[in-house]
């Protein structure tokens, strides 16, 4: 099956310009996971969605982050504006339940957009 | 306080040598225990799960850790290492609450030398 696809891999931009990633999960899977992970450090999560649902963002900066999934398919996260400190790489992850750790559903992860802030 | 800390940030080793990589987990953290591997430049994939059962986890490549409650620990060791094992190594462990989110540990860069 194919995984889950993120594009663009590489972006580099000036500080409070905007930028938007774009994730496609794999078919199938009701859970959408978007992650930073700041170099040095474990992933963060930022927001999980099911369906078209947002489950937890409790750590999505929402001043300057979004983070739609219309149609429970696709989803886009955006900056605006970019801050220095948001240098990093932002993951999706996709999984087909509820994402409940524990219910042996696991969490498959996209290659990755590298931001880079200036 | 919920976390999960991987004793160390580098382990140089060279190949066909053993290797351990350490994790510990604070309680308050649920015994769901995992290991993710994120080779240069790929995302995560899951290397081995603890859910429940035996100790005793065997994942892919050849990997596999312990989960031993009495030194809240779920270390990753494998027997023989070769130079594509080179990269970063995750442990994470579920929250205790309801949500069960991933809690995740800093990491360890694995870098095997000929």
């Known amino acids: 099956e194919a995984g889950v696809a993120q594009s663009p891999r590489y972006k580099i931009i000036e500080k409070r310009q905007s930028v938007a990633f774009w994730c496609n999960p794999i078919s199938g899977h009701a859970t959408l996971y978007w992650y930073q992970q700041i170099l040095g450090q474990g992933p963060k999560l930022l927001i999980q969605f099911q369906n078209n649902g947002v489950v937890d963002d409790s750590q999505l900066p929402k001043d300057r982050f979004s983070a739609e999934r219309l149609k429970g398919v696709d989803s886009t996260l955006k900056i605006q504006p970019a801050k220095l400190e948001d240098s990093a790489v932002y993951l999706c992850?996709?999984?087909f339940g509820s994402g409940l750790a524990g219910f042996d559903d696991e969490q498959y992860f996209g290659p990755g957009t590298r931001l880079t802030v200036t | 306080a919920q976390s999960v800390t991987q004793l160390d940030s580098q382990v140089p080793v060279f190949e066909e040598a053993p290797v351990e990589l350490r994790c510990n987990y604070s309680s308050s953290v649920s015994v769901y225990l995992f290991w993710y591997v994120q080779y240069p430049n790929q995302g995560l994939q899951l290397l081995l799960k603890?859910?429940?059962?035996s100790t005793l986890v065997k994942g892919i490549n050849g990997f596999e850790a312990e989960f031993n409650k009495s030194q809240t620990s779920f270390h990753l060791r494998k027997p023989s290492v070769h130079i594509s094992d080179t990269a970063e190594y995750f442990c994470a462990g579920a929250n205790a609450g309801n949500n069960r989110k991933l809690i995740w540990g800093l990491g360890t860069s694995l870098a095997v030398n000929p």
């Open positions: 992850a996709s999984s």
């Open positions: 603890y859910l429940s059962g």
